[in-house]
């Protein structure tokens, strides 16, 4: 019989150490819906618990996005902040929501420790926030959904060059409208839709639907949009 989980080899940008790290099998990837704001949700087990890996050794904990060379002020930054304190500790194997919350959240440390770009911690933040939402803890989920956001605005102003700046301005305006920010959303999803320099249909699309959804939050809130984000174009 197939197991779901089956193990890696990665190198710990770290220590150097080579160790063993799970990842789920294509064929038990299945998914039962995913959220306009990206998060997918799984009908069995949820490959998203294993996106960190972690350092049994060290720490060290990454996902395969994150920076994959450090320099030594950034290599002694982290043992001072957590190697220094670390005692072996192997996640590997299967791993529950709580493990994987731990891992997302050593990630994230790890990430700001070695100075990460900020479109990395705000997927970080954005997955933990997910997690939460697996476990409907709305109030967790606001806190980490606005963390992202904060950090999804700042690697926009910052690193727009190297990022789908299409599918960026929509994720704002979608974590906007999550967090009630309506006059925000629109102003995000507005932008995507006028922008003539943007060919991205299905974000356009997404947009335009999600600025409708919009409006049906605004009525029921009963909530008042500045005029200049009344309608779109």
Not at 82 to 98: F, L, M, P, Q, V
Not at 158 to 178: D, F, K, Q, S, V
Not at 213 to 224: G, I, M, P
Request: net charge neutral.
């Amino acid at each position: 019989m197939v197991e779901p989980l089956f193990q890696v080899s990665v190198r710990c940008h770290h220590c150097d150490v080579v160790f063993q790290t799970s990842r789920v099998r294509p064929s038990f990837k299945k998914a039962s819906g995913t959220d306009t704001d990206f998060c997918v949700h799984y009908k069995d087990i949820n490959p998203d618990f294993y996106v960190v890996r972690i350092c049994p050794h060290c720490g060290f904990a990454g996902t395969e996005n994150s920076k994959d060379r450090l320099t030594p002020a950034q290599k002694n930054a982290f043992r001072e902040k957590i190697a220094d304190h670390w005692t072996y500790k192997d996640y590997g194997g299967e791993r529950t929501w709580e493990d994987a919350l731990y891992a997302y959240k050593l990630s994230l440390v790890t990430a700001q420790t070695v100075n990460d770009k900020g479109r990395i911690t705000a997927g970080l933040l954005h997955h933990i926030a997910w997690l939460y939402r697996y476990r409907n803890d709305e109030a967790q989920e606001a806190r980490f959904l606005q963390h992202a956001l904060d950090e999804y605005t700042r690697a926009f102003e910052t690193e727009a060059g190297e990022m789908n700046n299409a599918r960026l301005m929509y994720l704002m305006g979608e974590l906007n409208r999550r967090l009630k920010q309506y006059n925000q959303a629109v102003k995000w999803f507005s932008r995507v839709v006028n922008d003539k320099r943007i060919m991205d249909a299905g974000m356009i699309r997404a947009c335009r639907e999600q600025w409708a959804v919009t409006r049906e939050n605004v009525l029921a809130d009963s909530v008042v949009l500045e005029p200049e984000t009344q309608e779109l174009t």
